[in-house]
Each structure stands twice: as structure tokens, then as C-alpha cells.
């Protein structure tokens, strides 16, 4: 018995879908991925970022956006939902519904058990393909644990990471700052790994 044919999905039957369905769905290749809900921690961390970026850049033109923004990689025609995007001047979307994002400055995901690796690995690949990222940040929702990558002008990325509660990250690219304490506020993690978190000091 031969195995079934995957059916090709094109991306403006994607975007049809999404624009009327409620779940949110990745797309590359012309195959669809559903993605899954997330926890009260990665919620409560994605909101505490999108907020202290808010605070910082509401009197500027900048706009940050939450996970419900979706973003297209043009360069291989991934589509996928950030958990914060940050763009700095004009927003540029791939058509006039704007509701697809091309030109994100900066991006930051909440890591999930499932998700970490791809987060990690082959997403932040695909991201790295789009001209106008700058700054990419990993953030734990399980631990205090924050990994930012930023691009240098050679093209080369920068790495620096933190497990420790009063670190600091200088997002230069936008202008801000992000406290661990602040992307940790009102976040109850288990004890074991506060502990594992906390055993580097």
C-alpha cells in the first residue's frame, strides 16, 4: 500500500482559514501546523514583557505587538505567531487586512517544553532570514532563564544568557530595557526548579 500523498496547501487558502477560524496554525511549505494552547506561566510571562516594552516605547513610534500578530517570513513564505513582536517606525503587512507582520525588529518567544528546541533551532533559523530582525530573545516560563541574540553589523549574532533574578537586557535596537524581575512578576514556578534556577548564585 503506498503511503497518502500530503495535499499542498496554498498560502492564500491558509490565510483564508486562519482570517476565519479561532486556532492559530503555522504554515511553510504548503503544509499547515496547528499550535498548541499555552500554560498560565508562559501566559503571564508573554504578558509581562509585552507590557514593560509598552511602557517604554508608548511615546514612541513603536508598536508592540502580542502573540495574536501574525508574522511572515517572506524569504521562504513561513508564516508563524510570535509571542511579542516589536516594530520600530512604519509597520509594513503583507496586504491590506494588516494582520501579518513583515518587518519585525524584535522578537521574543516563551519557551515551552514542546516548542524549545524548534524555538531554539529551526525557527530561530528561518527567522534570522528576515532583513529587519535585529534582536531575538528566548525567555524560560519554568525558571528564570533568559537567552538574547542580537545581530551584529557583520552579520555574525551576539549571544548572552541569565538565570539570575536581577539581570538586566539591553534591547539597543529599541531602545529598552528588560528586568528579569519585571518578566518574572507574579510567575509561581515549582519548587525544584526555582531551586535549579536559583543554585548558579
Not at 42 to 63: D, P, Y
Not at 90 to 113: H, K
Not at 122 to 137: A, D, G, H, I
Request: proline share 4%; net charge negative; glycine share 4%.
Amino acid at each position: 500500500m503506498s503511503a497518502r500523498a500530503k495535499v499542498y496547501i496554498s498560502p492564500e487558502a491558509y490565510l483564508a482559514a486562519e482570517r476565519a477560524g479561532e486556532k492559530k496554525h503555522e504554515y511553510y511549505a504548503g503544509e499547515v501546523y496547528a499550535m498548541a494552547g499555552a500554560s498560565e506561566r508562559h501566559n503571564l510571562v508573554a504578558m509581562n514583557i509585552g507590557a514593560s516594552l509598552h511602557s517604554q516605547l508608548r511615546r514612541r513610534a513603536c508598536n508592540v505587538y502580542p502573540s495574536d500578530m501574525r508574522v511572515k517570513v517572506s524569504a521562504l513564505g513561513f508564516y508563524t505567531y510570535p509571542d511579542i513582536s516589536v516594530v520600530c517606525g512604519a509597520p509594513q503587512f503583507e496586504d491590506a487586512r494588516r494582520d501579518t507582520l513583515l518587518n519585525p525588529l524584535v522578537i521574543v518567544e516563551v519557551l515551552s517544553p514542546s516548542t524549545e528546541n524548534y524555538d531554539r533551532g529551526r525557527k530561530f533559523q528561518m527567522y534570522r532570514t528576515l532583513p529587519s530582525l535585529v534582536e531575538y530573545l528566548l525567555v524560560a516560563q519554568d525558571s528564570i532563564h533568559i537567552e538574547h541574540y542580537t545581530r551584529q553589523p557583520d552579520g555574525r549574532w551576539l549571544f548572552f544568557e541569565s538565570d539570575q533574578p536581577d539581570a538586566v537586557f539591553q534591547l539597543d535596537a529599541i531602545g529598552c530595557t528588560l528586568a528579569a524581575a519585571d518578566v518574572y512578576e507574579k510567575v509561581t514556578f515549582d519548587a525544584a526548579n526555582l531551586s535549579e534556577s536559583l543554585s548558579y548564585d
